[in-house]
């Protein structure tokens, strides 16, 4: 993890609490963690996370904790989920008429935990779906889910989409149903804060 004034997505002088992570990726016979051996899959091979430490870039302790969180959701495997960032969100039934309920319902437990890429699930284009009032994911963008429902400081602040896409990458057997915790209320209070997510480029690091 890099404190950086300049990077690909921000130059000397932004103010922005914003950070940006970069991740290579390998195609790999993988063992997943449920057991499954031999399985064709993408493992992340190395992970930098930067955060932008221009002097007039100021954050609060509750700010840096949800972004660094968002960040090191990326550097697990989670992207964002905005489509004019990554082209792709795992849901199971995304309807960009209806996004409060289709992006934040309970989908975790429909991760086949032996072959995650038979699960009943589909990769979708977000669009600007969630901007939308009541969703709040912390893997959003812009805003990092923050809200009324989903606060700087919530101790519960993954939503069912984090806990899918976790159980997705990491599948975790478990004895019994566990289910997530409450999806956050509505809400329209979104920060000015802007992470984003680069996969699969060489570092385009900007020299002046
Ligand atoms: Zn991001």
Redesign the pocket.
């Known amino acids: 993890m890099f404190g950086v004034n300049d990077v690909y997505f921000w130059d000397p002088g932004n103010n922005r609490n914003q950070g940006e992570?970069w991740i290579s990726t390998n195609f790999t016979l993988a063992t997943l963690t449920s057991g499954t051996t031999n399985y064709q899959a993408k493992s992340i091979s190395g992970v930098d996370i930067y955060l932008n430490n221009n002097s007039n870039a100021v954050y609060t302790l509750d700010v840096f904790s949800r972004l660094l969180m968002?960040?090191i959701?990326?550097g697990l495997g989670l992207c964002?989920a905005e489509s004019n960032?990554s082209s792709s969100f795992i849901d199971d039934n995304f309807n960009p008429n209806d996004p409060v309920n289709t992006l934040n319902n309970s989908w975790a437990s429909l991760v086949d935990v032996y072959d995650p890429k038979s699960s009943s699930l589909s990769v979708y284009n977000i669009g600007n779906a969630t901007p939308v009032s009541g969703v709040d994911l912390l893997?959003e963008?812009n805003g990092l889910g923050i809200s009324v429902g989903n606060p700087l400081g919530n101790p519960n602040l993954l939503t069912n989409d984090e806990y899918g896409t976790r159980q997705f990458l990491y599948p975790f057997i478990a004895s019994n149903t566990q289910e997530p915790t409450t999806v956050p209320e509505p809400s329209s209070f979104i920060l000015f804060i802007f992470?984003?997510?680069l996969m699969n480029r060489k570092r385009l690091l900007k020299r002046k």
Do not use: C, F, P, R
């Open positions: 992570t968002h960040e959701g990326h964002d960032i893997m963008s992470a984003v997510l």
